[in-house]
T-cell receptor, first 117, second 116 residues
Framework: DTAVSQTPKYLVTQMGNDKSIKCEQNLGHDTMYWYKQDSKKFLKIMFS???????INETVPNRFSPKSPDKAHLNLHINSLELGDSAVYFC????????????????FGPGTRLTVL | AQSVTQLGSHVSVSEGALVLLRCNYS??????LFWYVQYPNQGLQLLLKYTTGATLVKGINGFEAEFKKSETSFHLTKPSAHMSDAAEYFCAVSGSRGSTLGRLYFGRGTQLTVWP
């Protein structure tokens, strides 16, 4: 009964390939996020979807494309992978994005370690 | 804009000693503040959060933090360290309204080592 799950846990691929990471949450939350954690463990938000609508799109290369088929799922597709894309990618979810404080608590998945060779 | 500075990328303490991890924030609106813990090869787990109300907040595993607006700080403390506390700790801030909602900005983390 994992709250936020990601697949795969590890992903090793060659430069230039296209890959996808999947995320699912069973918390009934409306909002989902993708974060990137680099080799120095710095975490940075990439995208956020609220009820399947893109609401946050930080300065991320166009090769990264999130897709939310429904509010329980947020996938991340990466085209033409580069060495610098190697990182741990975390999915998170929160109840929503209204001003109510409880809406802003984010629950994180276990991460997907992407290694580009 | 929001940002977080964590002073000290590595902190070492003896088992039973006080743990103090420092966090200073910058926010253009009233902030929501969070501490997360990351154990090796795992995701982030919320330790505690400050949103509104009481400025001293208690979290899981005996941790607490105090929001000090005048000092723009949200330091994390635990009176007595345990070996199981060894992990990476992240302080994060988000805004409380408008476009700042939902955007968690993280500090660069503090690795806590606990010596027996």
């Amino acid at each position: 009964d994992t709250a936020v799950s990601q697949t795969p846990k590890y992903l090793v691929t060659q430069m230039g390939n296209d890959k996808s990471i999947k995320c699912e949450q069973n918390l009934g939350h409306d909002t989902m996020y993708w974060y990137k954690q680099d080799s120095k463990k710095f975490l940075k938000i990439m995208f956020s979807y609220n009820n399947k609508e893109l609401i946050i799109n930080e300065t991320v290369p166009n090769r990264f494309s999130p897709k939310s088929p429904d509010k329980a799922h947020l996938n991340l597709h990466i085209n033409s992978l580069e060495l610098g894309d190697s990182a741990v990618y975390f999915c998170a979810s929160s109840p929503g994005t209204s001003g109510a404080p409880t809406y802003n608590e984010q629950f994180f998945g276990p991460g997907t370690r992407l290694t580009v060779l | 804009a929001q940002s977080v500075t964590q002073l000290g990328s590595h902190v070492s303490v003896s088992e039973g000693a006080l743990v103090l991890l420092r966090c200073n924030y910058s926010s253009s609106v009233p902030p929501y503040l969070f501490w997360y813990v990351q154990y090796p090869n795992q995701g982030l787990q919320l330790l505690l959060k400050y949103t509104t109300g009481a400025t001293l907040v208690k979290g899981i595993n005996g941790f607490e933090a105090e929001f000090k607006k005048s000092e723009t700080s949200f330091h994390l403390t635990k009176p007595s360290a345990h070996m199981s506390d060894a992990a990476e700790y992240f302080c994060a801030v988000s805004g409380s309204r408008g476009s700042t909602l939902g955007r968690l900005y993280f500090g660069r983390g503090t690795q806590l080592t606990v010596w027996p």
